[in-house]
Nanobody, 121 residues
Framework: QVQLVESGGGLVQPGGSLRLSCTAS????????MGWYIQAPGKERELVAV????????RYADSVKGRFTISRDNAKNTVYLQMNSLKPEDTALYYC??????????????WGQGTQVTVSS
């Protein structure tokens, strides 16, 4: 079965950095786009970043452009989210998702359990 296991969340001060990792199993990782969603308290889940199966295409939410970078290592079945210049409004539960196809436009069909990121002084 599909499993997505996130790690790397935690507490960080404003302006700091974190790198999230998501290790996948149960499917052919290199055939699917992968992404990260966030859910802040009282808000709906929203897309942060998505990367195509080959890593050749990416898309970001406007709120994180220039600060966050999504990448993947198909040999390790792992997708990453490098987060720099973190702001308090980045505080949320971060979910790793598997997309329905290789393309960044295909939308998610499986979700991880989430990892908490808290940005606070």
């Amino acid at each position: 079965q599909v499993q997505l296991v996130e790690s790397g969340g935690g507490l960080v001060q404003p302006g700091g950095s974190l790198r999230l990792s998501c290790t996948a199993s149960g499917f052919t990782f290199s055939s699917y786009a992968m992404g990260w969603y966030i859910q802040a308290p009282g808000k709906e889940r929203e897309l942060v970043a998505v990367i195509s199966s080959t890593g050749g295409s990416t898309r970001y939410a406007d709120s994180v452009k220039g600060r966050f970078t999504i990448s993947r290592d198909n040999a390790k079945n792992t997708v990453y989210l490098q987060m720099n210049s973190l702001k308090p409004e980045d505080t949320a539960l971060y979910y790793c998702v598997k997309s329905r196809s290789s393309k960044i436009t295909s939308g998610p069909d499986y979700w991880g359990q989430g990892t908490q990121v808290t940005v606070s002084s």
